[in-house]
């Protein structure tokens, strides 16, 4: 598997793990002003930690290899500050996300659904930006030989 083919199911993954919380979060019916429900806390924690550990290995793969490489490049290398900074903006918020989280009670939601709904927002633009800038011009950079080289050296 090649380094843009792994990214591409480690975006998949970290697509899916806030779906999965945002199931685990949506209004169920009769949900009054209170916005109070039960919530699976375990559940949570455990789609939290799938979550987190994705999003920690995105970050290694892409700072270890596509920032490198289109680094080199001068007319890339605003990109690839961009991609630095986008990284630590959704680090950032997934921490607050992970500290609501850790605070929820299990019963009143609206602020944690709050900040999953920003930290989706923010992952998407992330991610879309990713697949339609930066994915297009590693491929343009980086023969596919190298492309599976690293994806090798980042265990895929």
């Not at 993954?13 to 945002?22: E, H, K, P, V, W």
Request: net charge negative; with cysteine.
């Amino acid at each position: 598997m090649d380094l843009i083919d792994g990214l591409l199911a480690n975006h998949s993954t970290l697509r899916g793990a806030l779906d999965y919380m945002n199931g685990l979060l949506e209004r169920p019916c009769g949900c009054g002003w209170e916005d109070r429900m039960t919530l699976d806390t375990e559940r949570l924690a455990k789609e939290r930690g799938v979550f987190m550990s994705a999003l920690k290995a995105h970050d290694i793969m892409e700072a270890a290899y596509i920032e490198r490489v289109l680094g080199q490049f001068e007319e890339d290398r605003e990109m690839t500050a961009a991609l630095a900074e986008g990284h630590r903006a959704l680090g950032d918020m997934s921490r607050i996300f992970s500290a609501v989280a850790v605070l929820c009670d299990g019963e009143h939601v609206h602020r944690l659904r709050t900040v999953l709904e920003r930290l989706r927002e923010e992952l998407e633009e992330r991610l879309s930006y990713e697949e339609k800038v930066v994915f297009p011009r590693l491929r343009e950079r980086v023969s596919s030989e190298q492309l599976r080289e690293l994806g090798r050296r980042a265990g895929l």
